[in-house]
């Protein structure tokens, strides 16, 4: 009996020893791995940017100059960001003239770039009406030469959906494009319910874009900014053609702002867009000063489309080669380096596919309605 105890007791003994070590062996390794894991986590947050630092940046930008919204002022007819002696060289457009609810799409484009805007017009911006959204397409353009003007004057009259600024237009004065846009929209185009910001380098599904904005947001949108969100802490190229100066933007990264390739907003925003914009210190880059920096000020959310979009040129000449469906992407960067010969292919077969899926209910603009 007391035997059998001893024997039972030994055995407890053992097992208990044997459990420890285990135990003991186990704990080590683990701390060894955790050790390990956590060196090279923290090698990896050192190469991150300062997230704090960060923050703390964006916190002394806003409080440069942070508004709710609402408040503010819009500029005076005759301002544009700092510049005093603005004015449109056309106000009188019919683009803006619609009895249905409007989406306006303003192009950015450069002077020279009269092929990129007839082909624009001959096909994604040649859709005016679907989904109970009507859809008209105006281009910005600054000044410019004499000899390019006198081919824009003709290219106005002829088809009336140019809107010309009184600033030289140049890819370092593109904030004065884009919020010239907006100027644009509250003056003369207040009965859109959206401005589609888009470049002229993008391939556009019209369809689903109108499909999209109709079934999402219906037809009184309000408080939207969808977009391609770009998150913060890009850091600031300080050299190449993007490159900026210290004395230009100080802080090393950029806070959250939308891809300006092609974006959706609302008129209530673009209104306090406008108005903010003169509160916020100039930036040349202009997705980034208008999307980026003077939405911040104004706190707004940007809804992200980031799916439906495509920023890689191949994507589309993929689908083109050989996709089966409608495009995958509602709005596809193109490349330069191929031509706009492209986009007429991808439209070509975006009609094809559309007709399946549309019913052919769309109406098509004659190429002269505007004028
Ligand atoms: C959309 O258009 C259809 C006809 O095209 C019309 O019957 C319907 O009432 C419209 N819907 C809205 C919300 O306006
Ligand atoms: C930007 O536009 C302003 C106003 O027209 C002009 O004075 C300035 O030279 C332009 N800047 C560039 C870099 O073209
Ligand atoms: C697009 O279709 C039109 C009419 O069917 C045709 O004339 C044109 O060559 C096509 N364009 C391209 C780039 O495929
Ligand atoms: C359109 O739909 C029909 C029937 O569903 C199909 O047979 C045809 O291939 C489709 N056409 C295109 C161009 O997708």
Redesign the pocket.
Known sequence: MVQNLKDTLRNVRGRWVKTSCLFLWLSAVGWLLFTFTRTIKLQEFQNLPNTVEYTIELKKYQSIAHFPRGVLSLPGPRELLH?KDFKFYNSKLNVCKSKNSLVLALVHTAPNHFVHRKIIRSTWGSVHHFRNLTFNVAFLLGQTNRRLQSRINQEMKQHCDIIQGS??D?Y??LS?KHMMGYKWAMEFCPNAIMIFKVDDDVYVDSFQILNFLYSTFGLKPFNILACSVISSGTLTHRSGKWGVSRSEFSFDMYPEYCSGMGYFVSLDIVKDILAASRYAPFFWIDDIFVTGLVAEVLNLNRLPINAHTSDRPEEMTKWLRQGKGPSPYMLGLISPHNGMEILAALWNKTTIRANNYTGNLYIKNNPKYLC
């Open positions: 510049l600033f030289v140049s370092r004065n004065y």
